[in-house]
């Protein structure tokens, strides 16, 4: 397992490129759609839309339904992915800013690494160590220091239920691993999304019923970017990943995410670029870099092992 995974490391980084670019690409979207409707309306369309385009691929490849055994755990890796993280994160969104929500989100490497090390027994090299704390550090410096002593209520409020979903991406990434790695991933992603979707109607029908929906082209291109590319396609290309590498390096991964979140806020909205973000944003590049250089002799021997 170890050689091949290094000898498809170009295959590996090349997808993980595209999920990041395409998840940095759907935050702009994602903030531009309350113009249109609710946050947790916008949710339901955008996950009912990625959940019915995997299960017409899995009916036309074929594939039949999981296992009566698994749906349980499908169902609980769907309200923590899928319910849990999307419903706080649109909402959350009203109170911060989208480049900010996307930086707090992807707090999530350190509750993975922390729940892979302590509930998987992963080994964490010190060069992963470095590299997730450089890039923590790179977080902080984006948000800005005074993050920690000038705030409101309602921003606090926001950024608290993002740093919620941020640890409940992470649990479902170690409750997928415990659980569901024998099944393939499209059928995972499939039906955790189905089952994550549901939960989202139900929040949709108490908190939003009755509120205006205004479906337009530029709604619609937002609800099909974001729920063909940015969920279907990408949450599959995540699982995979977890099952191919080990999750301290795939959640690490995802650090690009708010960089290219906030690349395309600067290109699309045109948000500014301050000297903290392009600092902050360099050292989650070079504490990714470290991870791979430094981390990766360890995780060599220990495959051959």
């Known amino acids: 397992m170890g050689n091949g995974i290094l000898k498809h490391r170009g295959v590996v980084w090349g997808l993980i490129l595209l999920i990041t670019i395409i998840w940095g690409y759907a935050w702009v979207f994602m903030k531009a759609s309350l113009n249109f409707m609710g946050p947790f309306t916008f949710s339901a369309f955008r996950f009912g839309t990625g959940a019915a385009t995997l299960l017409l691929a899995l009916w036309i490849l074929k594939s039949g339904r999981p296992p009566r ?128 979707t549901i939960g989202i109607l139900i929040a949709t029908l108490f908190a939003e019923w009755g509120e205006p929906v205004v479906l337009t082209g530029e709604s619609i291109f937002y609800i099909l970017f974001t729920g063909v590319l940015a969920s279907a396609l990408c949450f599959t290309v995540w699982f995979v990943l977890l099952s191919l590498i080990d999750m301290v390096t795939a959640t690490l991964s995802t650090l690009l995410v708010p960089v290219f979140g906030l690349f395309f806020g600067w290109w699309v909205l045109g948000e500014e670029l301050t000297n903290s973000i392009l600092l902050g944003s360099g050292m989650i590049i070079v504490g990714i870099a470290v991870a791979q250089v430094f981390g990766k002799e360890k995780t060599r021997r220990a495959a051959e092992e």
């Open 69 to 196: 055994r698994m749906w349980k755990h499908l169902v609980i890796v769907g309200i923590l992915q899928t319910t849990i993280v999307f419903t706080f994160v649109m909402y959350g969104m009203q109170f911060v800013d989208a480049g900010k929500s996307s930086v707090l989100l992807y707090s999530m490497p350190l509750w993975s690494s922390i729940f892979a090390v302590k509930i998987l027994g992963e080994k964490i090299t010190n060069g992963k160590v470095l590299g997730l704390i450089l890039g923590m550090i790179g977080l902080v410096t984006i948000l800005g220091w005074d993050i920690f002593f000038v705030q409101d209520s309602s921003v606090i409020f926001g950024e608290v239920l993002i740093i919620v979903a941020a640890v409940s991406w992470a649990a479902s990434n170690v409750y997928y691993r415990v659980k569901l790695e024998g099944m393939t991933q499209l059928q995972v992603s499939a039906y955790q999304m189905l089952f994550g």
